[in-house]
């Protein structure tokens, strides 16, 4: 299922201790559309929260030399005359397994927790969704362009009323391409965010679906102007210029 997008880059504080790690979540959550200050540890985690206000943070709670929950407790905290808001949402992540850990999270303050090895495209999901109700931002049940309209409550498509026989992946694909149908949509990015995975090599997943999609939507009544191939690069819901 594909995560919903926000209406602007949320400024993000990720903790992270690993290098491997902390390099991959920041690129790969910088091509999804966050502002993010990476980090390695608490004390440079602290000393970065006296100099910015960031609308989420992403702390490993197994952290080096100091811990990730006495991290926490201080955000929570706050320092007077801190630029950072105490309250802002806070995802943690750990190695530890079971519910005790969870609880442990929660109590600590965290709005939300997740256990290594996780798919990104879970933690992603929960990032958005933090921001999201942290703005009090709400989904469109529906997405209409032009004579296609996307219903996410009834996950089906229909154009010009005609309702589009979709798989559950083609359904996800048309709904990630029309939350912002004239964004070029990478097709790294479409594998996170329908497919749950970063592709290690060369697939045609993306493009066997997408193909498939544009076919259902020309045969009822769309003709060849949705799910526009961007060569080398993606998709767009919507061909250059329309």
Not at 71 to 79: P, S, V
Not at 143 to 148: E, F, H, I, R, S
Not at 186 to 200: C, M, N, P, S
Request: a positive charge.
């Amino acid at each position: 299922m594909a995560s919903p997008t926000l209406d602007r880059p949320p400024l993000v504080l990720l903790v992270e201790g690993d290098p491997a790690r902390r390099r991959a979540l920041e690129q790969a959550l910088r091509a999804d559309r966050f502002h993010i200050r990476a980090v390695p540890d608490a004390d440079e985690a602290r000393r970065t929260l006296l100099s910015m206000a960031p609308e989420l943070a992403i702390v490993d709670v197994d952290l080096p030399e100091a811990s990730g929950f006495e991290f926490l407790h201080q955000l929570r905290r706050g320092t007077p005359g801190g630029p950072w808001d105490p309250g802002i949402p806070v995802l943690t992540v750990s190695r530890v397994r079971g519910a005790q850990e969870v609880v442990r999270a929660i109590e600590q303050g965290a709005d939300d927790h997740l256990v290594r090895p996780y798919d990104y495209a879970e933690l992603l999901a929960r990032a958005r969704g933090l921001v999201r109700r942290s703005r009090g931002e709400t989904l469109r049940d529906a997405v209409c362009v032009g004579p296609l309209v996307v219903d996410r409550r009834s996950r089906s498509a229909t154009v010009n009323g005609r309702r589009v026989e979709l798989s559950a992946k083609e359904f996800a694909l048309l709904d990630a391409l029309a939350r912002d149908p004239r964004r070029v949509l990478t097709k790294q990015e479409l594998l996170r965010d329908v497919w749950g995975y970063i592709a290690t090599g060369r697939t045609r997943t993306v493009d066997s679906h997408a193909s498939r999609l544009r076919r259902k939507l020309e045969t009822c009544g769309a003709g060849q102007r949705f799910v526009s191939n961007v060569w080398g690069i993606g998709y767009r819901l919507l061909p250059e210029g329309a």
